[in-house]
T-cell receptor, first 112, second 115 residues
Framework: TQLLEQSPQFLSIQEGENLTVYCNSS?????LQWYRQEPGEGPVLLVT?????EVKKLKRLTFQFGDARKDSSLHITAAQPGDTGLYLC????????????FGKGTKLTVNP | DARVTQTPRHKVTEMGQEVTMRCQPI?????VFWYRQTMMQGLELLAY????????DSGMPKDRFSAEMPDATLATLKIQPSEPRDSAVYFC???FGTGFGSEAFFGQGTRLTVV
């Protein structure tokens, strides 16, 4: 069974600080996705990384896929209260690329 | 603004009652997913459909759960009889199902409480 472990589980920081959250697995994934979920809403896709070593930037968010395609990280620069939410990583299962397995997420709180 | 619509948003029911959750996927999407989210387990895939045909329901307790797509604009998830352990947020998502990297668009979820 492919599992995605996310750390830390909770993170509370002040506005303006930088942070990194992690998504790790013992399995190789063909791609990984990052979602953000706000309270009372469904997850919204932020990015998909496909190539080992790939780095993608989305404004203040930087996503990296590990060289071995077993892990990924999300770095946020100068965090803002609007970044508050649950950050989930997800990857396709071996049984079918449309089936996603999700990590349990990192709950980020950015205090003003 | 295309979005996945789920009804009801909230449902409180007594143990043993039937619960039906509905989902209207985004027009044109050919893949529909049902997920369940709890604090303990996170997001778990229950079932999914492509072109209205069920492809996988291995994540679903089949003795009480059933999922159907009567037409391209409606997906349903039914629990009969409901149990307290079914309390969770149920999400429907739709997508184009073109392979890896396909984006899943999620609805706002149905928060189910079984007492």
């Amino acid at each position: 069974t492919q599992l995605l472990e996310q750390s830390p589980q909770f993170l509370s920081i002040q506005e303006g600080e930088n942070l990194t959250v992690y998504c790790n697995s013992s399995s190789v994934f063909s791609s990984l996705q990052w979602y953000r979920q706000e309270p009372g809403e469904g997850p919204v896709l932020l990015v998909t990384v496909v190539t080992g070593g790939e780095v993608k930037k989305l404004k203040r968010l930087t996503f990296q896929f590990g060289d071995a395609r077993k892990d990924s990280s999300l770095h946020i620069t100068a965090a803002q209260p609007g970044d508050t939410g649950l950050y989930l990583c997800a990857g396709p299962t071996q049984g079918g690329s449309e089936k996603l397995v999700f990590g349990k997420g990192t709950k980020l709180t950015v205090n003003p | 603004d295309a979005r996945v619509t789920q009804t009801p948003r909230h449902k409180v029911t007594e143990m043993g009652q039937e619960v039906t959750m509905r989902c209207q996927p985004i027009l044109g999407h050919n893949t529909v997913f049902w997920y369940r989210q709890t604090m303990m387990q996170g997001l778990e895939l229950l079932a999914y459909f492509r072109n209205r045909a069920p492809l996988d329901d291995s994540g679903m307790p089949k003795d009480r759960f059933s999922a159907e797509m009567p037409d391209a604009t409606l997906a349903t998830l039914k629990i009969q009889p409901s149990e307290p352990r079914d309390s969770a947020v149920y999400f429907c998502a739709s997508g184009f199902g073109t392979g890896f990297g396909s984006e899943a668009f999620f609805g706002q979820g149905t928060r189910l409480t079984v007492v």
